[in-house]
């Protein structure tokens, strides 16, 4: 069982920067792939970046490519979301998702999520 907790979330004009943090409870975080995902209002939870194990293969949704950088550091258990040149429409809770069991790292099956952390962009 891995217990992920986010922070980062905040309330940012578009053109802003954000970076999200998820904190992994586990001694092996680095046989998990880690994801980002997001949901906003209305509308269904979205697949948004992931990074393998080790950190040297990364995977991103279309409308974030170019704006958002995801990285782990294994050795304080977290992976972080940079997220740039920040839209209205990113606005969404954005969930922090983990995997032990081995896909490919398109794959949008996790088993473990956080709470979720708010991020609101204003126009």
């Known amino acids: 069982q891995v217990q992920l907790v986010e922070s980062g979330g905040g309330l940012v004009q578009a053109g802003g920067s954000l970076r999200l943090s998820c904190a992994a409870s586990?001694?092996?975080?680095?046989?998990?792939?880690m994801g980002w995902f997001r949901q906003a209002p209305g509308k269904e939870r979205e697949f948004v970046a992931a990074?393998?194990?080790?950190?040297?293969?990364?995977y991103y949704a279309d409308p974030v490519k170019g704006r958002f950088t995801i990285s782990r550091d294994n050795a304080k258990n977290t992976v972080y979301l940079q997220m740039n040149s920040l839209k209205p429409e990113d606005t969404a809770v954005y969930y922090c998702?983990?995997?032990?069991?081995?896909?490919?790292?398109?794959?949008?099956?996790?088993?473990?999520w956080g709470q979720g952390t708010q991020v609101t962009v204003s126009s």
């Open positions: 998702a983990a995997r032990n069991t081995i896909r490919g790292l398109t794959s949008t099956r996790y088993d473990y």
């Open positions: 990074i393998s194990r080790s950190g040297g293969n990364t």
């Open positions: 586990t001694r092996t975080f680095s046989t998990y792939t």
